[in-house]
């Protein structure tokens, strides 16, 4: 059965430079930044091409000690109906912390935290997949992601974690060579390792993305060049298996359309080269994408997006870190009108095994492990016992950096009335107060701690930010009279 092909992570700023390359057989979005009743027209164009769209989402945290948000899993089935995906996609991670399980505040990363690889977090992890699969009208793959730290007292591999999941779940894995040559930077893990455990089998399809090294650490941007230790990994992991899809990440600073065309073709060649041989057969329930080119055996000449670790200058939300308010999913070889295939489809043994359930006091240790964590690099509490302290700070810093960039893209006039300190004054609120209701939330309580703190120190900035803020702050447009309370208070504003 033939698979994905080659694909292209598809975002709002390239949307026309998707649509225009050549050999793209599939693209993938950000489910959350696609409402399901109002697809772009850009993705409906490339289904009616007959490319593939593959939702990716960033937010249900299954790694997490609590189970998933029926809310959240209702609306990336809906994303996935919307776009006939042939499959859904998420990540091995968790997103937030803390709340009644551990009655402490509720706390938000805005990115992808790497779980611990305990036999007690994987069995939170399984029973978590079990009841995304069972909410979810297609089936699941699961991303590992990138990290600037380690558990203390991991007891398995990342391949051997993997591995077992799969083994108890039957879910598909998505893997993200970028992510194993960060690790391998960052924390000394061994990809070839890693490649060695992982079954090869299960693998729905994978992920290449660049960054860059800055003061020893490896930033996974998603804003640079693939580079050549990437494009080896590709080949090593090819040389096993020829993944049924690969797929360019880009998420930032997007660079002339001819070189997205030669990433693409380098990134064939390597699969290409790789030949048809050991080929996994394509996951379970997605088609064989039509006319479709088989990428074991496509010529090279034809082929061309967690990132709390990437600097800010450089970074967008990843698709597992991203904000809500600012991601999509898409489909690529099937014809518009072709439905989503049921979780019917898949294997018998798949759909019968039992997964159990995870006692409350494992789900309550590993809450309490997580709330300490996250507390740490978002409200500035010290480090948990175990952990390296200075790389906490440095994905703390990375984290407030993440949030900056963030605000700015959804908060535009923000950086414009603050000048050049906006990012420094940003990254030194976002360090002790974590965010409490979304980023565009997080901006509102960004400016009113500036006012509070009498900044900025022109008299004349610091009305024109109150005004800003005092637009935006109300449940509903004001009214006359708050306008003018609105307007008295700007004056006497010093």
Not at 283 to 293: L, S
């Amino acid at each position: 059965m033939k698979g994905l092909g080659t694909g292209i992570g598809w975002r709002p700023e390239i949307a026309d430079v998707v649509e225009r390359l050549p050999g793209v057989d599939w693209v993938e979005v950000v489910a959350e930044n696609v409402c399901p009743g109002h697809v772009p027209e850009s993705l409906t164009r490339l289904r009616e091409r007959g490319v593939t769209v593959v939702p990716h989402g960033v937010s249900l945290g299954l790694g997490g000690a609590d189970r998933p948000d029926e809310a959240r899993l209702a609306r990336l089935a809906a994303t996935a109906t919307a776009l006939g995906a042939p499959l859904v996609t998420e990540h091995v991670a968790f997103v937030r912390a803390g709340g009644p399980r551990t009655a402490s505040p509720a706390l938000e990363a805005g990115h992808l935290l790497p779980v611990p690889r305990t036999r007690e977090a994987l069995d939170v992890l399984c029973e978590n997949v079990r009841i995304a699969q069972e909410a979810l009208p297609v089936p699941l793959a699961l991303e590992n992601v990138a990290a600037l730290f380690a558990w203390p007292g991991d007891e398995l591999t990342e391949g051997r974690f993997l591995a077992e999941l799969v083994e108890r779940t039957g879910v598909r894995l998505l893997i993200d060579v970028a992510n194993l040559h960060t690790n391998r930077l960052n924390r000394g893990d061994d990809p070839a390792v890693a490649l060695a455990e992982l079954p090869v089998e299960a693998i729905a399809y994978v992920h290449v993305a660049g960054g860059v090294e800055r003061d020893g650490v490896w930033h996974d941007t998603h804003a640079h060049p693939v580079p050549p230790q990437v494009l080896d990994l590709l080949s090593e992991l090819a040389a096993r298996a020829v993944p049924p899809g690969v797929l360019l990440e880009r998420d930032d600073d997007f660079p002339p359309e001819e070189e997205l065309a030669a990433e693409l073709t380098a990134i064939r060649a390597r699969v290409a080269a790789a030949g048809p041989v050991r080929r996994p057969a394509a996951p379970a329930g997605v088609p064989g994408q039509g006319e479709a080119r088989d990428r074991a055996d496509a010529p090279a000449e034809t082929e061309a997006p967690d990132r709390a670790d990437a600097p800010a200058e450089t970074e967008a939300p990843d698709r597992a870190d991203a904000p809500a308010e600012t991601e999509a999913p898409d489909r690529a070889d099937a014809p518009a009108e072709t439905e989503a295939p049921d979780r019917a489809d898949a294997p018998a043994e798949t759909r019968a095994r039992e997964v159990p359930t995870a006692p409350e006091a494992v789900r309550e240790r590993l809450a309490l492990g997580q709330a300490a964590l996250l507390s740490a690099l978002v409200a500035g509490t010290p480090a948990p016992e175990g952990f390296d302290g200075a790389r906490l700070r440095q994905q703390a810093l990375a984290l407030a950096r993440k949030r900056a960039g963030v605000v700015a893209r959804l908060a535009p006039e923000l950086p414009v009335l603050l000048g050049e300190g906006y990012r420094e004054a940003f990254v030194a609120y976002a360090r002790t107060r974590p965010m409490a209701g979304g980023y565009r939330r997080d901006a509102l309580d960004f400016a009113r701690h500036l006012l509070d703190s009498g900044r900025p120190g022109d008299v004349r900035a610091r009305r024109r930010l109150y005004r800003w803020w005092a637009e935006r702050a109300g449940p509903r447009p004001a009214g006359r009279a708050a306008r003018l309370v609105h307007a008295a208070r700007a004056a006497l504003v010093v």
